[in-house]
């Protein structure tokens, strides 16, 4: 009976004490991504590890909202007149989570580390940064082979690591000679930064808790967020249970249109919209029959209507005008648009090898089951093409396995359906990863292009110091992906959020919006007010 | 009395069997459900409103319409008309049960057969232990697992369930031969040197005929439950196939305030399989009541 009670009690006093933390309001910010998540700086590089980096991490230059490189951890630098030698010159009281000082050393072992593993973001270094050296603690300098017209933006994607931490954490052996695994098993789950936030937890299948940093050598505001939840599920009914409840603040970019609309029409929640410089493509394998062939292309993309696509199933996005975004700096506005002509259509297949073959030719497309507006792009695709007697089998496909599937020549689909984002706000970031020989086997790239003469042309342009000149360059490049035609492009994507409007506040919301990927996701500039939560729910 | 004609005595039989099976009226709803989904399914691209919704059809501008006149049950994300699809979608299941019961039933019946008469041999240990292997495994985890290595489609999925399905029918039949085999018209049979094929054929096999078409009718509902799940999951058909269990899916997405979109698609695959289910509850209080 006694231990029953106690029981009883104790049992009492944990459901008190919750209810005391909540009504004292927890200030926790839970935002939805698309899974999974990779928060080693050297190895993820889509829409949640790059948000998951921001908070993390800190990097050397810092966006502002024209996508400028603003001083941060370094507080000013130089670069050489050839622009291939960049001298950083770093801030002295910048902490990591476990109180060891940020110094060169950490810059330097960051950017070795990147290189050498080579994954997520590592290819906007590789093959150019020559080289690091230590000047002194607070002075770092890199080498670059070849003049980079935009070296510093890139920095926003250089995450500083923690040396000691990494060091004292290498598993051996590795594929890395000298260095095992270079710590990749312990940044899997742990951070090594000296962000605002650091990993409380991380459910690898599920959630990212972060904390905030207390020590952080930035001021924090007090209404920022002092615990961060990122929540692996982009599905619909349960983001919408979450809102209701007040359980999500932010939910993820990939509701259904359906989900958008009953997501406006609750209460205290608002759905902010933004072009971030994304583009939506159908990627076409142009080394796969039958898509190997420019006029089957040809006739794909004069067959396709952008128009519903924009006007109905994406509203408030608008039709791309070739590979880069327009909102993004470096865009060429003259650049050719397909539009819909069934004529233009055939004349093209009829000039196709497969032209005879059509009956027996099945084009596979997939596209991302956790987005289902992109099931619709797909159905009116299929429909389309039956029109002029294509014949296309659509499949849909989990965003691991299409991640998984693209990495290889061989088993990359006919065509994916994917949104892609520039790692750096200008044109050459995104014709980089969406056409560059070193991205072919990332998801980002399905075209395979392989393309040696716009490999020379790109390298070129991004040589250029220069920045008019550079964005010359980039619009013959633009022209030059538009003569081959590997890639359908659909429309520059409009970022809708829905947001718990009542009780947060978000500069990207307000129109302050950085075109970096990720950067919007910074949880020290958004401010969450509990009390003003705890007052929607008792009105509600 | 010879005068009388085989057929006569037959109609005489099957007005019998009518009175029996009539007088449970939930068979009789049973059997009313099967003929109207079996209708719906023949005739759906003569009697659908849109047939042409049951293809490669995309309206965006009727997207998501409320049930109304035009649309009776309303149409979907992709502006397709849901009664329509439902139609077609009778089709695939249909398909599915009929053709998976006509791939598992005789294999299943056969092994059977041949384990129940050789009982107590080693052919009756080799046969009865692989359904052993087989009947251990939850049948939809293992359809799961099989349609997921290989890639998902209608023919597939058959495959699937196919494969899991066949070691009900020789438990049922190796425990029905298992008995009748020490019956004596099968021991007399054996003693005036009847071939095997005879015995296992023509004399045990008749007799377990009701059991297992009580079994078959009972089973359609199953494999189309399982068929729908399946689809459901995404491993069974693929889009734009009017598939129920796929419409459902697609549809659960878009709860409750489209609600017509799973809904529907839900009851069609209810009374399908409720129609199968009471008419195999039927057929199993007609051949009960034959038997005493």
Redesign the interface.
């Known amino acids: 009976m006694r231990r029953g009670t106690v029981f009883a009690l104790s049992v009492l006093a944990l459901v008190a004490f919750g209810l005391a933390a909540w009504a004292g309001g927890e200030r926790v910010l839970r935002i939805t991504f698309a899974w999974p998540t990779y928060i080693d700086p050297a190895v993820g590089s889509d829409f949640s590890s790059s948000s998951a980096f921001v908070n993390l991490y800190d990097t050397l230059v810092y966006p502002d909202v024209n996508g400028d490189p603003q001083p941060h951890v370094a507080t000013h630098w130089e670069v050489s007149e050839d622009g291939t030698v960049w001298t950083f010159y770093l801030r002295d009281d910048v902490y990591f989570h476990d109180g060891t000082p940020l110094t060169a050393e950490d810059v330097k072992f960051s950017m070795d580390r990147i290189t050498t593993i080579g994954e997520g973001y590592g290819f906007l270094f590789v093959d150019r940064v020559e080289g690091t050296e230590v000047v002194d603690d607070y002075t770092v300098r890199f080498y670059l082979k070849e003049p980079f017209g935009p070296f510093l933006t890139t920095l926003y994607r250089l995450y500083i690591v923690n040396k000691d931490l990494v060091e004292a954490n290498i598993k051996r052996p590795g594929p890395y000679g000298e260095w095992g695994d270079y710590g990749k098993e312990f940044l899997l789950t742990h951070d090594a930064g000296s962000g605002p936030y650091m990993v409380k937890e991380f459910r690898v299948e599920e959630e990212l808790v972060m904390v905030k940093n207390p020590n952080y050598w930035l001021p924090i505001p007090e209404e920022a967020p002092d615990e961060v939840r990122f929540i692996g599920t982009t ?3 349960t983001i919408r249970t979450m809102m209701a409840r007040r359980e999500l603040e932010i939910s993820d970019q990939w509701q ?4 958008w609309k ?1 997501l406006d029409a609750m209460e205290g929640v608002d759905i902010t919209s933004f072009f971030p410089g994304t583009s939506f493509y159908l990627m076409l394998h142009t080394r796969k029959p039958p898509t190997d062939d420019i006029h089957f292309r040809r006739a794909m993309a004069w067959a396709f209507d952008y128009e ?1 696509v924009v ?3 994406f509203p408030g996005s608008i039709q791309s005008r070739g590979p880069v975004a327009q909102s993004l700096p470096g865009h060429d506005p003259t650049v050719f648009q397909f539009h819909r002509d069934l004529d233009k259509a055939r004349e093209e297949l009829r000039k196709s090898k497969y032209y005879d073959q059509l009956d027996q030719i099945e084009v596979e497309f997939h596209w991302i ?1 956790e987005v ?1 507006d992109e ?2 792009v ?3 695709f ?2 389309n093409m ?1 029109e002029i007697g294509i014949n296309v ?4 496909v989990p965003w691991m396995s299409v991640v998984e599937e693209m990495a290889n020549m061989k088993t990359s689909p006919n065509i994916v359906s994917i949104f892609v984002a520039p790692h750096y706000p200008e044109a050459g970031s995104i014709l980089e990863s969406r056409y560059h020989s070193s991205s072919a086997p990332t998801w980002e790239q399905n075209e395979w292009l392989l393309d040696e003469t716009f490999d020379k042309m790109l390298e070129d342009a991004l040589a250029t110091v220069d920045r008019e000149e550079r964005f010359r360059k980039y619009a013959e490049l633009q022209h030059y992906i538009m003569d081959l035609c590997p890639s359908l492009f659909l429309f520059d994507q409009v970022e809708k959020h829905a947001y718990q409007a009542a009780y947060i506040d978000w500069p990207a919301a307000r129109g302050e919006v950085i075109p970096v990927m990720g950067y919007n996701m910074a949880a020290r500039f958004i401010k969450v007010y509990p009390e003003k939560r705890e007052a929607l729910l008792k009105g509600g | 009395m010879f005068k009388s004609p085989t057929w006569q005595r037959r109609l005489e039989g099957f007005r019998r069997g009518w009175y029996k099976f009539s007088r449970n009226p939930v068979s009789v709803v049973g059997l009313f459900f099967v003929l109207l989904v079996s209708f719906l399914a023949a005739f759906a691209p003569y009697i659908a409103p849109y047939p042409e919704h049951a293809g ?3 309206n ?2 009727e ?2 319409q409320p049930p109304s006149l035009k649309h009776p049950f309303g149409t979907d ?2 502006g397709r008309d849901i009664l329509s699809r439902i139609f077609f979608g009778f089709r695939y299941s249909l398909m599915m049960g009929v053709v998976v019961l006509s791939l598992v039933v005789p294999p299943g019946v056969i092994l059977g057969l041949i384990a129940g008469y050789y009982r107590g041999t080693w052919i009756e240990t080799l046969i009865m232990r692989i359904t052993d292997i087989f009947l251990a495994v939850p049948p939809l985890i293992l359809a799961l697992a099989v349609c997921s290595v290989l890639t ?1 489609s209608v023919f597939n999925a058959m495959m699937a369930i196919s494969l899991m399905w066949w070691p009900w029918y020789t438990r049922l039949v190796y425990g029905l031969a298992s008995s009748l085999k020490h019956e004596f018209f099968v021991q007399a049979a054996e003693v005036t040197g009847a071939s095997k094929f005879h015995i296992l054929f023509r004399e045990i096999l008749p007799n377990c005929v009701s059991s297992i078409f009580t079994k078959m009718s009972l089973d359609m509902g199953w494999v189309i439950l399982i068929g729908s799940a399946l689809s459901f999951v ?1 491993l069974g058909a ?3 196939t009017p598939d129920l269990g796929t419409m459902v899916a ?1 549809g ?4 409750p ?2 609600w017509w979109i799973a809904v529907f698609p839900a009851l069609a695959i209810m009374i399908t399989v409720l129609g199968f289910n009471l008419l195999g509850d039927g057929f199993r209080d007609l051949f009960a009541l034959e038997e005493i």
């Open positions: 599905e619909p009914a259904p249109q359906e989900a009953a519903t006007r109905d199933i089951a289902p099931e619709k797909a159905l009116l299929m429909a039956a089998k659509v499949v849909k | 490669r059809f995309v965006f501008r997207a998501s994300v992709f998902p995404g693929q889009p734009p697609d659960a997405k878009y709860l305030d489209q």
